[in-house]
């Protein structure tokens, strides 16, 4: 069955550091989202992107936060320079059209910035 | 602004007994709604959804009823297996290409 591939599954850093966390969505999927889950906290939205370009942006992505589909394959998350607050899960997922079959999440990376 | 809640963060089910997962939305323009499972360290995983045009879909053992006037879906699971125990996710989103909305979540025992 196709997955949604995430790496690496956890990822520690310096606060103040740059992290790039990668996602390789299913190959004919065309919608494709960033959700991050603080401990204990809900899956809160992040992005979503579209043909190339953000089609939707929570107040949580703010300029700290950039995606990149820099390939026919990879979609990548950057977060320029890290604060405490932005330790959590963060899963890449994708969707063939606007989720009326759900999205096809991948594991997350757990991201600690220490 | 929670637009969709999950006010259980937990529940237990013997094995075999049905389990109810409930959720409200306060969002009317929500048109299609999904729930997810979750196992420690992995993502969520769908696993049924309905669309606002019916109040019901089966899948096998898991139900999901819609009460639009309400604002209110459940998730029936019928014979709850120990498998099963995992968080269980209500998720909406408006077909207008608005993101999936998520809930807190409810941790889901089923005890053998």
């Known amino acids: 069955e196709p997955e949604v591939t995430q790496t690496p599954s956890h990822q520690v850093t310096q606060m103040g550091q740059e992290v790039i966390l990668r996602c390789v969505p299913i190959?004919?999927?065309?919608?494709f989202y960033w959700y991050r889950q603080i401990l204990g906290q809900k899956v809160e939205f992040l992005v979503s992107f579209y043909n190339n370009e953000i089609s939707e942006k929570s107040e949580i992505f703010d300029d700290q936060f950039s995606v990149e589909r820099p390939d026919g394959s990879n979609f990548t998350l950057k977060i320029r320079s890290t604060k405490l607050e932005d330790s959590a899960m963060y899963f890449c997922a994708s969707s063939e059209d606007r989720g009326n079959y759900g999205y096809t999440f991948g594991s997350g990376t757990r991201l600690t910035v220490v | 602004d929670q637009q969709v809640k999950q006010n259980s963060p937990s529940l237990s089910v013997q094995e075999g007994r049905i389990s109810i997962l409930n959720c409200d939305y306060t969002n009317s323009m929500f048109d299609y709604f999904l729930w997810y499972k979750k196992y420690p360290a992995e993502g969520p995983t769908f696993l049924i959804s309905i669309s606002s045009i019916k109040d019901k879909n089966e899948d096998g053992r898991f139900t999901v009823f819609l009460n639009k006037s309400a604002k209110h879906l459940s998730l029936h699971i019928v014979p709850s297996q120990p498998g099963d125990s995992a968080v269980y996710f209500c998720a909406a989103f408006h077909s207008g290409n608005t993101p999936l909305v998520f809930g807190k979540g409810t941790r889901l025992s089923v005890i053998a």
């Open positions: 190959s004919n999927h065309l919608y």
